[in-house]
């Protein structure tokens, strides 16, 4: 380990009660790393006896990384995973703030929840140390209400009463998430409220002076590259995104809503509503907001403020434009717990069944006051129709009948982000093959074909619109890179400016005290997604589920800024199976298994 | 009815032993022609309502064209038609031979057949009277045994044991069926046996003389122009097809077997047990073959040889190169009244299952012998496995595990014809909007694509292979006039002479007294193709249904006639829906059904 890992991890067995602690394997921290690998590694093969999700059997673990702690920028981000109650998958989401480094500091890399309560308990980790507490006074109190005296990670009433989609928050009103896959509903289920972390254990690095050169040498383009993030956040690209025609409107229908846009973007916000900033630890860039609501209908609102996903998803999918709304809708959301992504595709789908008679109570396009009110009773699981709507939009159409699937959106059962695959199209390939479900961060490529700017990875440039050439090996290539900065648990927006995969690899191996070059860094990528995917093999998915809603394949929207694109999925996706060199069940093989050390897994894949 | 229509059908309950005759609405006729039309406008309503498929509210019917019995060539097919076991959507399928024309100089033009008897009966119809008559004695015969000394049509022991891919068998050892979609399977169900029918009505000809003479013009050139279909058959056409790439291999997986096709194509039976032809009634071209195999292990074949759909299911999709055998195998599907082309689908997949290690104990890839045995099987459904098979692709599927969708080549659970959709790309597209599954013959595109020779379409070239543009317009145009085709009971080999479309407008205004022109005559086809779609929309079928599966999708064979390509599937089919001016959920909209004239049907799809 060369000192770069701290390496122990925390098993809690809530059952039982039983706590007992592990060194980190050296080879398994090699092969996986932290984060996303280290979880996959860790809880992969309970995951994929298939439990289920709400049963004691299915682990719930949160992982860190190893530059957790260092003065790497924007190292602190921390893993949740656990089998999702939403696509029945792998699931996993990954949050900032700072109880990432907090659990590093209290002494661990990870803490594996197996079992469940037999009452409501919270976890305390200091210094080594755990203990598990009662929460039964704490049940049912809103993450922004709860205040533990230190950073915590907690569920929120939508957890605890199981919405599939419920998120695990962190650091209050500032409403950091877990957001995707409903690991919240996992936590719910085994009666955990909370975790606390604190300590003052300090993170190995391997090689500190370097790591310090190393980071000194680009601290100054990183800050100056996110200028515009600090300023608007990352909704400040909302009105870009409408011209683009990258913006999601109207369950994906509508092609064009400038006068929208303008009014829900970051910039408007700045201009309004915006009472701070916030950054997570050990980041320079600090695109979080604050926002506060002092007078009209949503007075009192005061935290974190729309990000893009979801200014995007309870915004513009909903055709909601008043700003203030919007950010209450988020305040709901933080407070009960709920994936703002899911949320606004379970909202969008609500509105399309109100247009299309199924629901005719339900919330009209544009609504925020009653998109307010029922983003409560959904987190609340108060009545019959919002109780459905908290199972998402598949178990939705399967109970609104088949004709809803038609504007069902999601991918394996998780509602689409906020991207459009008709625009920058790899990103539709990025989605199809995901393996939590419709996600924009694992392949992270509408950055990428947009703008190249990775020439180590063979992107140096902007690849041409509407083309298939290329993207599927792209895809490829990136979702390596991606579950690097997902297992090493740097932030994505790092690539926004002049960060490139080569510095990724510095500030790892100057942590780490390795000395792996970028293609071995990322066949350590590729082995995390081939892990992932067998996984998922293993509960029974395949390449009949690398597949998008029919909307996205046919629908034109005639307006906007990509009026008639539509994604050549088929090329695409053929030409990633043969870059991932997977099976024709669109699966690693045992033989792409063993080559990438992964040889205990051999037998989870038809040969 | 300008004396065009005999004008009379037949209504025939099997539960009360109730017969009576209707007369033909005028309207109907003129709005539905006959056929496939005509079927849909008779028991769509009951289809729709979505009955058990071997219940006693399902109905069956038999409709003949009003050109059946005249002079024009090739009139004198007939459709039968009822919801699919097999789709659980619009069922139908038609057959050439003489039964058709034998209906209708009994005296009907359609012969509707509801409820269920309580012991085996057939049906006799002879000059304008019915009779039910017990049929005890002759159920488990065989069809090629069955003789009830006129035009019959009838159902082998597949039908009566309710196989799902069972068919209508007509013609004894010449072998003529309704193959596609089950129709079998529910006259089993109904425990009718058999339909014969006899009689001396002529049909009604509105202007025999112009009918004569638009016939006499191009009789020529039909028999000029077919003569290799009678040389050699349909199944001439596999070796060409093998170097195109466009025969399947393998369940979809090869792209080339040119020796392989070399054993089983059309010429090689001529040069081998070829001992006659066949022509359905009416037909200059005789495209219809007998075969006979004297000694091994295959004596005592003698009927009716494979077609082309025939010898590339039964063969080259299992890389079956015994021409022997595969006479065998067709004689066997005839006999006991299996679909051929559903029956390769199945011995493919459970060859795939073997070498996948599913089913170890199935049938290998190329093994004739083994196949014989398994169909004889299926047909009378012994043993477990076999049974199993007789439900088909998709409920084999189900029954196998989610790993086994990756093969099970359906499409709205119907087994795919042996065109592939990665050759002449606008067939995906026909096969995935058919209503009545996977069905080269409702779009007949493959043809036009490579072809082109319609000017009166707007297709006077061939299409660029690869392109989308075009095509699926294209889809939907033929669609209508295949329909037409369907409806007047006209055989679509006339197109691949010099018959166009114009010459279908001269012989049916010739002989119904309508002065209809091209447009008008495709506006029926278009409002028979919306009716058909109407149903299944109410069935709950919708865009979600229109999908290929994956393998057709993304699976590029690396060798052969086509090596790489795949089809533009989105963007073709995104056309085809423009082209149909259908709703956001792929379905007609309440406006166009009424500008259809299909107004009764608008409470049928959402608004």
């Known amino acids: 380990m060369s000192g770069g890992y701290m390496g122990r991890w ?13 060194p980190l394997d050296e080879r398994d921290a090699q092969r996986f790393i932290g984060g996303s690998g280290l979880a996959a590694r860790l809880i992969g093969r309970e995951v994929a006896a ?18 957790a702690g260092t003065p790497a920028p924007t190292s602190n981000r921390f893993t949740a995973a656990a089998r999702s109650p939403l696509t029945l998958l792998w699931g996993e989401g990954d949050c900032g703030g700072r109880w990432g480094s907090a659990l590093k500091a209290a002494g661990f890399d990870a803490a594996l929840i197996s079992g469940q309560a037999a009452a409501p308990v919270y976890l305390h980790i200091e210094n080594g140390e755990a203990e598990l507490r009662d929460a039964s006074d704490l049940w049912g109190v809103d993450t922004y209400e709860l205040d533990l005296g230190a950073p915590t990670v907690c569920i929120g009433p939508a957890g605890e009463r199981l919405v599939r989609y419920a998120s695990i928050m962190h650091d209050g009103r500032a409403g950091r998430a877990v957001g995707r896959t409903g690991l919240g509903a996992v936590m719910g289920a085994k009666r955990l409220k909370a975790i606390v972390a604190k300590g003052s254990e300090r993170p190995g690095v391997a090689r500190p002076g370097v790591l310090r050169e190393v980071v000194r040498a680009i601290i100054g383009d990183i800050v100056e590259a996110m200028q515009g993030y600090r300023a608007n956040g990352t909704a400040g690209g909302v009105q870009n995104y409408e011209r683009l025609g990258n913006l999601p ?24 509503i915006l009472v701070g900033h916030y950054a997570c630890a050990g980041c320079p860039i600090g695109c979080g907001r604050e926002v506060a609501i002092e007078s009209g209908p949503h007075a009192g609102v005061r ?16 055709l909601i434009d008043d700003l203030e709304a919007l950010a209450h809708m988020n305040e709901v959301c933080n407070r009960l717990g709920l994936d703002t992504i899911s949320a ?19 919330p009209a396009w544009g609504d925020g006051e009653a998109a307010v009110r029922l983003l409560e009773q959904i987190g609340r699981r108060e009545g019959e129709m919002p109780t459905l709507l908290g199972e998402g939009v598949r178990r939705m159409a399967e109970a609104w009948g ?18 459009d695959p008709r625009v920058y199209v790899s ?8 393996t939590r479900g419709a996600c924009h961060l694992q392949a992270f490529c509408h950055f990428y074909e947009r703008l190249g700017r990775a020439p180590a990875l063979g992107i140096p440039e902007p690849l041409p619109r509407e083309a298939a050439e290329g993207k599927g090996r792209m895809v490829a290539i990136l979702q390596n890179l991606m579950a690097l900065f997902d297992s090493l648990k740097l932030c ?23 000395d792996c070059d970028l293609a071995e860094w990322l066949r350590t990528g590729e082995r995390i997604c081939n892990l992932r995917r067998a996984i998922n093999a293993r509960l029974g998915a395949s390449r009949a589920d690398d597949i998008l809603p029919m909307r996205l394949l046919v629908h034109r929207r005639g307006e906007g800024g990509a009026p008639d694109n539509l994604a050549p999925f088929g090329q695409m996706l053929a030409d990633y199976y043969a870059a991932r060199r997977w099976s024709e069940f669109g699966l690693p093989t045992p033989e792409l298994l063993r080559e990438l050390d992964l040889g205990e897994y051999a037998d989870w894949v038809p040969a």
Chains 1, 2 share one sequence.
């Not at 004691?56 to 673990?61: D, F, K, S, T």
């Not at 935290?303 to 909903?318: D, F, V």
């Not at 069902?408 to 059962?413: N, Q, V, W």
């Open 344 to 362: 606004g595709g379970v909202l969008a789908m609500a509105m399309e069944a109100r247009e299309r008679g199924i629901w005719p109570e339900g």
């Open 427 to 434: 990103q539709a390939i990025g989605y199809a093959t995901s």
């Open 402 to 419: 088949v004709l809803a699937r038609e504007f069902a959106i999601h991918i394996k059962g998780l509602e689409l982000p906020m991207h």
């Open 10 to 22: 925390l098993h809690v067995d809530l059952t039982t009660g039983a706590i007992r602690v592990h």
């Open 303 to 318: 935290g974190g403020g729309p990000e893009y996903e979801t200014a995007a998803a309870l915004g513009s999918l909903c």
């Open 249 to 272: 409107l109207k369950n994906w229908r509508q092609g064009s809503w400038p006068e929208g846009a303008a009014r829900i973007t970051g910039s408007r916000m700045s201009e309004t």
């Open 492 to 514: 994505k927006f790092l690539l926004l400016g002049s960060f490139q995969p080569e510095h990724l690899v510095e500030w790892a191996n100057a942590v780490t005290g390795w």
């Open 50 to 67: 298939g439990p289920d999700p709400f049963g004691p059997e299915n682990p719930l673990i949160f992982t860190t990384g190893p530059l």
